[in-house]
Nanobody, 118 residues
Framework: QVRLVESGGGLVQAGGSLRLSCAASGRTFSSYVMDWFRQAPGKEREFVAAISWSGGRTDYADSVKGRFAISRDNAKNTVYLQMNSLKPEDTAVYYC???????????WGQGTQVTVSS
Protein backbone atom coordinates (compact mmCIF):
# COMPACT_ATOMS: atom_id res chain seq x y z
CA GLN A 1 0.00 0.00 0.00
CA VAL A 2 1.24 3.47 -0.92
CA ARG A 3 -0.19 6.69 0.44
CA LEU A 4 0.33 9.81 -1.67
CA VAL A 5 -0.02 13.35 -0.35
CA GLU A 6 0.18 16.33 -2.70
CA SER A 7 1.09 19.86 -1.64
CA GLY A 8 2.17 23.15 -3.14
CA GLY A 9 -0.98 24.24 -4.89
CA GLY A 10 -2.36 27.74 -4.64
CA LEU A 11 -3.38 30.88 -6.46
CA VAL A 12 -0.93 32.42 -8.93
CA GLN A 13 -1.14 35.01 -11.68
CA ALA A 14 -0.77 34.05 -15.30
CA GLY A 15 2.90 33.78 -16.22
CA GLY A 16 3.85 32.75 -12.71
CA SER A 17 5.27 29.52 -11.34
CA LEU A 18 4.40 26.88 -8.78
CA ARG A 19 6.09 23.70 -7.65
CA LEU A 20 3.92 20.81 -6.59
CA SER A 21 5.18 18.01 -4.39
CA CYS A 22 3.84 14.54 -3.85
CA ALA A 23 5.16 12.67 -0.84
CA ALA A 24 4.79 8.90 -0.77
CA SER A 25 4.71 6.57 2.19
CA GLY A 26 6.45 3.23 2.24
CA ARG A 27 9.90 1.97 1.36
CA THR A 28 9.27 0.99 -2.25
CA PHE A 29 8.90 4.42 -3.83
CA SER A 30 11.66 3.77 -6.34
CA SER A 31 9.75 0.78 -7.71
CA TYR A 32 6.89 2.96 -8.97
CA VAL A 33 6.44 5.04 -12.06
CA MET A 34 5.02 8.35 -10.89
CA ASP A 35 2.53 10.49 -12.74
CA TRP A 36 0.74 13.80 -12.47
CA PHE A 37 -2.82 14.27 -13.67
CA ARG A 38 -5.20 17.20 -13.47
CA GLN A 39 -8.93 17.73 -13.56
CA ALA A 40 -10.57 21.05 -14.34
CA PRO A 41 -14.19 21.78 -13.38
CA GLY A 42 -16.58 20.03 -15.73
CA LYS A 43 -13.80 18.18 -17.50
CA GLU A 44 -12.35 14.70 -17.37
CA ARG A 45 -9.12 13.97 -15.58
CA GLU A 46 -6.18 14.30 -17.98
CA PHE A 47 -2.60 13.15 -18.01
CA VAL A 48 0.04 15.82 -17.37
CA ALA A 49 3.43 14.15 -16.89
CA ALA A 50 5.14 10.90 -15.93
CA ILE A 51 8.57 9.87 -14.73
CA SER A 52 10.21 6.46 -14.69
CA TRP A 53 11.52 4.62 -11.66
CA SER A 54 15.00 6.16 -11.75
CA GLY A 55 13.96 9.41 -13.36
CA GLY A 56 15.73 8.64 -16.61
CA ARG A 57 12.60 8.85 -18.73
CA THR A 58 9.88 11.48 -18.68
CA ASP A 59 6.75 12.08 -20.69
CA TYR A 60 4.50 15.13 -20.98
CA ALA A 61 1.15 16.11 -22.36
CA ASP A 62 1.54 18.38 -25.38
CA SER A 63 -0.27 21.17 -23.53
CA VAL A 64 2.49 21.45 -20.90
CA LYS A 65 5.65 20.57 -22.85
CA GLY A 66 8.32 23.20 -22.40
CA ARG A 67 6.54 24.74 -19.40
CA PHE A 68 6.30 21.93 -16.84
CA ALA A 69 9.04 19.64 -15.53
CA ILE A 70 8.59 16.46 -13.54
CA SER A 71 11.34 15.17 -11.28
CA ARG A 72 11.74 12.80 -8.37
CA ASP A 73 13.93 12.31 -5.34
CA ASN A 74 13.86 8.64 -4.38
CA ALA A 75 15.77 9.34 -1.17
CA LYS A 76 12.92 11.62 -0.07
CA ASN A 77 10.09 9.51 -1.52
CA THR A 78 8.88 12.59 -3.35
CA VAL A 79 7.94 13.52 -6.90
CA TYR A 80 7.75 17.13 -8.04
CA LEU A 81 6.03 19.08 -10.77
CA GLN A 82 7.65 22.42 -11.56
CA MET A 83 5.10 24.54 -13.41
CA ASN A 84 6.29 27.67 -15.21
CA SER A 85 4.58 30.16 -17.50
CA LEU A 86 1.24 29.19 -16.02
CA LYS A 87 -1.92 29.94 -17.98
CA PRO A 88 -5.53 30.27 -16.79
CA GLU A 89 -6.28 27.00 -18.59
CA ASP A 90 -3.87 25.23 -16.23
CA THR A 91 -6.39 25.80 -13.44
CA ALA A 92 -7.37 22.40 -12.05
CA VAL A 93 -7.00 19.99 -9.18
CA TYR A 94 -3.67 18.24 -9.64
CA TYR A 95 -3.26 14.63 -8.59
CA CYS A 96 -0.24 12.39 -8.36
CA UNK A 97 -0.46 8.69 -9.11
CA UNK A 98 1.82 5.70 -8.70
CA UNK A 99 1.97 2.41 -10.53
CA UNK A 100 4.33 -0.50 -11.17
CA UNK A 101 4.74 0.33 -14.83
CA UNK A 102 4.21 2.90 -17.51
CA UNK A 103 0.54 3.88 -17.94
CA UNK A 104 -0.42 1.96 -14.81
CA UNK A 105 -2.08 3.95 -12.06
CA UNK A 106 -2.73 2.02 -8.88
CA UNK A 107 -2.47 4.61 -6.13
CA TRP A 108 -3.79 8.18 -6.14
CA GLY A 109 -3.40 11.19 -3.93
CA GLN A 110 -6.21 13.45 -2.78
CA GLY A 111 -5.24 16.33 -5.05
CA THR A 112 -4.12 19.91 -4.66
CA GLN A 113 -5.86 22.93 -6.20
CA VAL A 114 -4.02 25.16 -8.63
CA THR A 115 -5.74 28.36 -9.71
CA VAL A 116 -4.21 30.66 -12.30
CA SER A 117 -5.74 34.11 -12.59
CA SER A 118 -5.64 36.16 -15.77
Amino acid sequence: QVRLVESGGGLVQAGGSLRLSCAASGRTFSSYVMDWFRQAPGKEREFVAAISWSGGRTDYADSVKGRFAISRDNAKNTVYLQMNSLKPEDTAVYYCAAGPGWNQYVYWGQGTQVTVSS
